[in-house]
Every structure is written in structure tokens, then in C-alpha cells.
């Protein structure tokens, strides 16, 4: 285990903690939160592909006053700590959106260290079987329509904005501790070539976008509006889908307001007939571009940096965040084209300005139709990502045997 490179007085605490024991900690006072937020950066700098995020953007996500997830979900958090030093941390939670007997774990990141790692899973389940939880899945942020899955491969691959960091160690010692890989999520890099154009989706759209059908682009001096859409747009198309929990209004609101220094008009197409949106597709500008210099703070200097980053609105990579189409339409000529007209679309616009790279992602393993898509218009898996699962005693976990992480 390597040592925390940060004075922190808490990592001195010795009271009451035999050597070589662990020790877990509910997170309760400022202190503690403000390590638990620090911690990822603390226990893996230095590793290969690792590139700390702001601490203030995963403070506002866990912050109880101020997330949206806690207008319909509550959490705990916890930290583990061998002889006094910190070595783990984890978040355990419920989503009232979520099917009955569900509970979550996230923010799941420790030292090389087994007997860590299953302290902390077991103190996130015994919270999460207080609450009534019978199945324990994850990791997420803090719900599937955030920070998805444990990265499996792509640690040296470039960092994107809103896609977790994994050291490869991690897996293993979910599976030592009964955890069972379910889903694989898969994430795609697309390089865009500035003259280049898919004939086939540019036909598509000429045949399409004529009469009541069109195209338009975010409207940045409505994003309230927009993010009604976007939510009702995406919970229609996608709530067959494994694993779906309804995204709401107050997520997207809250996530295009924190990025509304970034977002042009052309971050999205919304395809639109008789005027009602029936699909759309969204980016976001990768943050982590410019913030992976940043040791996950904007002071003293790094605030400006970022200030004269967003205003030229300089992201070469941009990421494919939010797409749907309405159920409704998947019978009709209609549906089966637009996922391909919108995507195309939205590529097009993306080569007006400063745009090189796509990633598209996640996108669950089972969905083939959208990795076809994907594919064929030229993207390739950059990063995997799994979803693990266990089931309280007495359930599946006991006559089951999962997946291994590959």
C-alpha cells in the first residue's frame, strides 16, 4: 500500500485502533466528508492512467442540501482506516425510483487491501439491509443514471468527463467477497474525420428531416424545458432496459446548469414531428481535459485556467451523455432510421468546431442494437465497466455462481 502523499490530520488518528486491525467509520462530521471526498486522489495518485477529478463536482453530487439524488433517495457514506491511515471508502444507498428490495453501493475505492474492501462492502450492506434491501448492486453515483459501474479495462485510456476510474485490483476483491459480475458496460471512442460524413445517414436524413420533421439544437436560454424533455424522452425510450431507474427533471436540470459555461447549441439535436420531440441525443464538453492537471482543486490559479477553457469552449472530445427515442416509434420506417439521423446529426455538428473524439457511452452489453449503430458508423470499445451483485443470505448469491471479471 503506498502512502498518502497529503498531511491529513485524520490519517494521524490512532484512538482505539489495534495495529493491524480495520477499522470502519460512518462519515458524520465535516472532517470525515471532506476525506471521503479527497480520498480517491489520496490512495491512487501516482498509478498509471489515473486522473483525479474536481472535488468540488463530487462534493455537490454527495452533497445530502444540494444533489437531486436526495429528493427521492438517501445514502450513507463510510470510511475504512488500518492503523489509523485511511484506506477505503464507500457510499451505500437507496433510491426510492428503484423496484422494491433494491440497494446500492458506490464511491468504492480502497488500497490493494481484501480484508478493507470487504469491511467496507459489509458495513454498506448491513446499512443497506436496515433499510430494507434484499439485493446489493453496484457500484454507482450514487444511482445507475450517474458514475456507472467498476472500470475493468481502459485504465490508461484518456479520462472523460462523468466516467469512473478503477484500479484493475478492485474486481478481484469484489468477487472474494461474494460479489458476482452481472453487466458488462461498454464504453465507445469515435475519431472524427473533419470532412468526413456517412453517406447512408445523410440520406436518411434528407428523406427524413422534410415536412413536419426537423432538427434543432439545445436551447441554452431554456434548459428548464429542455430538461423536461430530455427526462421524459429518455425514461420512455429506455424503461425496458436492465437495471433502469427513472431519471428525473431535477438531475438533467442540475447537471446542464453546472455546464451551462460549456454547452453550445450544437451539444444536442432534439428530431421533432408536429412539433412534439420524439428523440435526442446530447453531449457534454470532457471536462477531464482540462481539470486532470488540476490535483482536483481550482485554487489558487486553476479557476482561471478553467474560466479561459470554458469561454473559447477548447474540449477536442466530447461525450454522447444522453440519447433516446420514443418506444412508440420503433416499429414505424421512421423509428428504426432516427437513432442513426440523430447521432449523424449531432457528429456533423461536432465538426464545425474544435471536436476530434466522440465517446459514446455506456452502453449495457446486451444491447446490440446500439452497439450495431455504434459500430457501424466507426466506434471501437475504449473502456469496460462492470456492474456487480449479491443477493442477502438465504438468497441467489448462496446457489448461484456469476461471471468472472475478465
Not at 433516446?324 to 468546431?353: K, Y
Request: charged share 30%; proline share 4%; aromatic share 10%.
Amino acid at each position: 500500500m503506498q502512502p498518502i502523499r497529503e498531511k491529513d490530520p485524520l490519517a494521524e488518528r490512532t484512538d482505539e485502533v489495534r495495529p493491524g486491525t480495520i477499522e470502519i467509520r460512518a462519515v458524520e462530521s465535516r472532517g470525515d466528508f471532506a476525506l471521503f471526498v479527497r480520498l480517491q486522489r489520496l490512495l491512487y495518485a501516482g498509478l498509471e492512467g489515473f486522473r483525479p477529478r474536481l472535488d468540488k463536482e463530487f462534493r455537490e453530487v454527495l452533497d445530502r442540501r444540494r444533489g437531486p439524488f436526495f429528493k427521492h433517495g438517501r445514502a450513507r457514506y463510510f470510511l475504512a482506516f488500518r492503523d489509523g491511515r485511511p484506506v477505503g471508502r464507500i457510499s451505500a444507498q437507496i433510491d426510492d425510483l428503484a423496484p422494491s428490495g433494491e440497494g446500492f453501493f458506490g464511491c468504492l475505492d480502497a488500497a490493494d487491501d481484501g480484508e478493507a474492501v470487504a469491511a467496507l462492502l459489509s458495513a454498506a450492506e448491513d446499512w443497506l439491509k436496515g433499510e430494507g434491501a434484499t439485493v446489493f448492486r453496484g457500484p454507482f453515483m450514487l444511482s445507475i443514471n450517474g458514475e456507472s459501474g467498476l472500470m475493468l479495462e481502459g485504465q490508461t485510456s484518456a479520462p472523460m468527463i462523468m466516467m469512473g476510474w478503477s484500479p484493475t485490483y478492485l474486481a478481484a476483491h469484489l468477487e472474494r467477497a461474494g460479489y458476482r459480475l452481472v453487466k458488462r458496460l461498454y464504453s465507445y471512442r469515435l475519431a472524427l474525420d473533419a470532412e468526413g460524413e456517412n453517406a447512408h445517414a445523410a440520406n436518411l436524413r434528407k428523406r427524413l428531416v422534410t415536412g413536419k420533421n426537423r432538427m434543432r439544437g439545445l436551447r441554452l436560454h431554456d434548459l428548464a424545458g429542455e430538461a423536461a424533455i430530455f427526462s421524459d424522452v429518455f425514461n420512455d425510450a429506455w424503461a425496458d432496459n436492465w437495471g433502469f431507474v427513472p431519471i428525473t427533471v431535477a438531475e438533467i436540470g442540475k447537471m446542464l446548469g453546472s455546464l451551462i459555461m460549456v454547452l453550445r447549441p450544437d451539444s444536442a439535436v432534439v428530431f421533432e414531428s408536429d412539433g412534439k420531440p420524439i428523440g435526442f441525443a446530447m453531449t457534454l464538453p470532457n471536462l477531464a481535459e482540462i481539470v486532470q492537471g488540476f490535483n482536483g482543486t481550482l485554487l489558487p490559479f486553476n479557476w482561471l485556467k478553467f474560466a479561459v477553457w470554458a469561454l473559447r469552449k477548447d474540449a477536442t472530445s466530447v461525450r454522447v451523455i444522453l440519447f433516446g427515442v420514443r418506444r412508440a416509434m420503433r416499429s414505424s420506417v421512421l423509428g428504426a432510421a432516427m437513432p442513426l439521423v440523430i447521432i449523424d446529426e449531432l457528429l456533423r455538428r461536432s465538426r464545425t468546431w474544435k471536436v476530434r473524439e466522440v465517446e459514446m457511452g455506456w452502453v449495457l452489453e446486451d444491447n446490440v442494437q446500439v452497439r450495431s449503430l455504434i459500430e457501424k458508423i466507426g466506434g471501437e470499445v475504449d473502456k469496460t465497466y462492470g456492474v456487480f451483485e449479491k443477493e442477502a443470505r438465504g438468497g441467489r448469491d448462496e446457489c448461484e455462481s456469476g461471471g468472472k471479471a475478465e
